[in-house]
């Protein structure tokens, strides 16, 4: 593993040039050595079959499962380039890497999001299709459940925000900025180093790659959504786990806010000082007819879905804007 200085093996020389890759995959990774291992075959089979060159560069964000060992490995292969750091959260994860890739494309990819054929060919020909005429472009890929994992209340996240929110796409060339889903997400690197990255003041991973594509598409960035560029999100979800992530996303959303001020309506601000937390037995209810409709597919309607979800981001919210003094 590296110290983080120097990396003279970021790319190799040829002739006394760099053999510069036509892009780099980068995972930040934390304790998900099992859903790494499955990622990392996926992207290694696809990049087998491309006809340029493709960089892998993994950073290990402090794990205690083994991961750092098993990288360890994999470096000695040849097969990834692997870096450690003490747990800082994803987006100084995705930095560090981001700082050691040498393609000309970044494709931001999660530790359990596993690529599908055609994933990697349908972020670069979008780059070669539309990269080139004059303004930046970053490509948004889709990313779903597994079957298994599939419930009715994992397809509203995933569908209709919350998560994700790919339904809601209306132009797929012309994409708004809250879409930049680093989970599935490519950029040219020139942009992301002009921009300087994530911003890594964020406490939790939640609405720092949003704030980054803000940035970005206010320079011109252009986002395009690829579904072809699929992969599977492994990772099984459960409604009230998901609504404590939610409330942390509300947290987050209230750094968002003291950075642009502008964007306080569209972060839910104005709703959050004005919303009346429900009573406990108004919570466990609403909780119990969520939970109901994972067992019953169609008996909650999206309004509800809506409602319980609202209601734990903008508690995070309030509680943010509170503690900021917002």
Not at 168 to 179: K, Q
Not at 199 to 228: M, S
Request: hydrophobic share 40%; net charge negative; proline share 6%.
């Amino acid at each position: 593993m590296t110290d983080g200085s120097a990396e003279p093996d970021a790319a190799r020389v040829v002739d006394g040039r760099a053999d510069r890759p036509t892009a780099s995959v980068i995972i930040p990774t934390f304790n998900r050595l099992n859903d790494l291992r499955r990622v990392l075959a996926a992207v290694q089979r696809q990049r087998d079959g491309a006809t340029g060159e493709v960089q892998l560069v993994v950073v290990d964000d402090g794990s205690t499962d083994g991961t750092a060992e098993w990288l360890k490995i994999q470096r000695s292969r040849g097969d990834v380039m692997a870096l450690s750091q003490p747990n800082a959260g994803p987006a100084a994860a995705r930095n560090r890497g981001a700082a050691i890739a040498t393609g000309e494309i970044l494709l931001f990819l999660g530790d359990d999001t596993e690529p599908v054929d055609g994933w990697l060919l349908g972020h670069l020909e979008e780059h070669r299709l539309f990269g080139s005429q004059g303004e930046p472009v970053a490509v948004v890929g889709y990313s779903g459940f597994p079957d298994d994992h599939d419930t009715p209340f994992c397809r509203f996240i995933n569908e209709f925000g919350a998560q994700f929110g790919y339904a809601l796409i209306e132009d797929p060339g012309l994409v708004p900025f809250n879409f930049f889903y680093t989970s599935n997400v490519s950029i040219p690197r020139r942009i992301f180093t002009e921009l300087g990255g994530f911003r890594e003041d964020f406490a939790a991973a939640a609405w720092e790659d949003i704030e980054f594509a803000y940035r970005a598409t206010k320079l011109g960035l252009r986002l395009r959504y690829q579904p072809r560029a699929r992969t599977v999100h492994h990772h099984r979800i459960q409604p009230r786990t998901f609504c404590r992530r939610q409330r942390t996303s509300g947290r987050a959303g209230a750094v968002f806010a003291g950075l642009h001020p502008e964007l306080e309506e569209f972060l839910g601000a104005h709703r959050a000082r004005a919303a009346r937390r429900p009573s406990g037995v108004q919570r466990e209810l609403l909780h119990a007819l969520v939970a109901l409709g994972e067992h019953v597919p169609g008996i909650v309607p999206s309004t509800v879905y809506q409602r319980y979800l609202d209601q734990a981001y903008l508690e995070g919210l309030a509680d943010g804007l509170h503690t900021t003094g917002a």
